[in-house]
T-cell receptor, first 113, second 117 residues
């Protein structure tokens, strides 16, 4: 089945850019998502990209997709302390549906002054 | 206010003592699901429900039961909890299941941290 992998930790200085990486195995994945989980809370959808796109920008967030290498990244520009959270990559295969959503293990982003 | 509520938020119990974690949503959503979150493993789906009286196994259903007698409630039952069920549990709901997260927002509850000794 589908496997989604992420590095577990990332530490950045406030004001720098953060880049969180994700790899997946199923080339039929249609939509790829980034979720944010703040301490003590559930997940919130941050952004997404369709598999026929290479890049999507949404304010401070840039999503890059390398479909050949099955590599997804989330870049956060001008990282702030409020960005400290766990970030999950998730993919949906061609058949779609919430019950098909596959999550990575999550990357804990720590932002220090 | 649209929300998914879970109770209890924290629970410490002992092996074999039956417990129920409640989940309720006030948005008239058809689709509800339970996930467990473990360090290094991310979120894994335990059970999901497409509508009242329609439940199905997710990726890790062993040791769990669910029921969906009313649209708003989706309790998670551990008949005989074991230490390997120590985890952080999330309930989630969305209007339907036959959509993508960017077209049909999925709402998550605040989580229940369960420790089984």
């Amino acid at each position: 089945g589908e496997d989604v992998e992420q590095s577990l930790f990332l530490s950045v200085r406030e004001g720098d850019s953060s880049v969180i990486n994700c790899t997946y195995t199923d080339s039929s994945s249609t939509y790829l998502y980034w979720y944010k989980q703040e301490p003590g809370a559930g997940l919130q959808l941050l952004t997404y990209i369709f598999s026929n796109m290479d890049m999507k920008q949404d304010q401070r967030l840039t999503v890059l997709l390398n479909k050949k290498d099955k590599h997804l990244s989330l870049r956060i520009a001008d990282t702030q302390t409020g960005d400290s959270a766990i970030y999950f990559c998730a993919v949906v295969p061609f058949s779609g549906g919430y019950n098909k959503l596959i999550f990575g293990a999550g990357t804990r982003l720590a932002v220090h002054p | 206010e649209a929300q998914v509520t879970q109770n209890p938020r924290y629970l410490i119990t002992v092996t074999g003592k039956k417990l129920t974690v409640t989940c309720s949503q006030n948005m008239n959503h058809e689709y509800m699901s339970w996930y467990r979150q473990d360090p290094g493993l991310g979120l894994r789906q335990i059970y999901y429900s497409m509508n009242v009286e329609a439940t199905d196994k997710g990726d890790v259903p062993e040791g769990y039961k669910v029921s969906r007698k009313e649209k708003r409630n989706f309790p998670l039952i551990l008949e005989s909890p074991s230490p390997n069920q120590t985890s952080l549990y999330f309930c989630a709901s969305s209007r339907t299941a036959d959509r993508y997260p960017h077209t049909d927002t999925q709402y998550f509850g605040p989580g229940t941290r369960l420790t089984v000794l």
